[in-house]
């Protein structure tokens, strides 16, 4: 008897399926329209390696969204996203009001004293990368 309930067992674990349900990604609101502002902190919803990815759990500042990305807050006003790592990165969906060429600033700050850079991609193509 032990052994048929060890089969069985082997059975329900190995064979049965399991239902996965896939994360979609969407946008935080809606479309960012551009021109326009992009707030760090608005990336798009889905999860992990889905609409943003971030190697550590958890909120280390624990603030504005309660996903893995570290969002903070600024003293000032506003929100960042803080504590990224090579290889880290957020998307973000924006509706453009006509087919140009836009201009992109952005406030950067770094407790790090050496060198630090990033990339901006349009879908999945490297339209840039900064060192600062």
Same mark, same amino acid.
């Given at each position: *008897?032990?052994?048929?309930?060890?089969? +069985?067992?082997?059975?329900?674990?190995?064979?049965?399926? %399991?239902?996965?349900?896939? &994360?979609? &990604?969407?946008?935080?609101?809606?479309?960012?329209? %551009?021109?326009?502002? +992009? &707030?760090?902190?608005?990336?798009? /919803?889905? @999860?992990?390696?889905?609409?943003?990815?971030? *190697?550590? =759990?958890g909120n280390?500042? @624990? =603030?504005? /969204?309660? #996903? #893995? *990305? #570290?969002?903070?807050?600024?003293?000032? @006003?506003?929100?960042?996203?803080?504590?990224?790592?090579?290889?880290?990165?957020?998307?973000?969906?924006?509706?453009?009001?006509?087919? #140009?060429?836009?201009?992109?600033?952005? /406030?950067?700050?770094?407790?790090?004293?050496?060198?630090?850079?990033?990339?901006? +991609? &349009?879908? @999945?193509?490297? +339209?840039?990368?900064?060192?600062?």
């Amino acid at each position: *008897m032990q052994i048929l309930r060890r089969s +069985l067992l082997a059975f329900l674990v190995c064979c049965l399926p %399991i239902p996965i349900f896939a &994360q979609t &990604q969407t946008p935080y609101t809606s479309a960012i329209p %551009i021109p326009g502002t +992009l &707030q760090a902190e608005e990336y798009d /919803r889905g @999860g992990n390696n889905v609409a943003w990815f971030d *190697m550590t =759990a958890g909120n280390v500042f @624990g =603030a504005f /969204r309660s #996903d #893995d *990305m #570290d969002v903070g807050a600024i003293p000032t @006003g506003g929100h960042h996203i803080g504590f990224l790592t090579d290889g880290e990165w957020a998307e973000y969906t924006v509706s453009t009001a006509a087919t #140009d060429t836009y201009n992109v600033t952005l /406030r950067w700050a770094s407790a790090y004293t050496g060198a630090t850079s990033f990339r901006l +991609l &349009q879908d @999945g193509v490297a +339209l840039t990368t900064q060192t600062v």
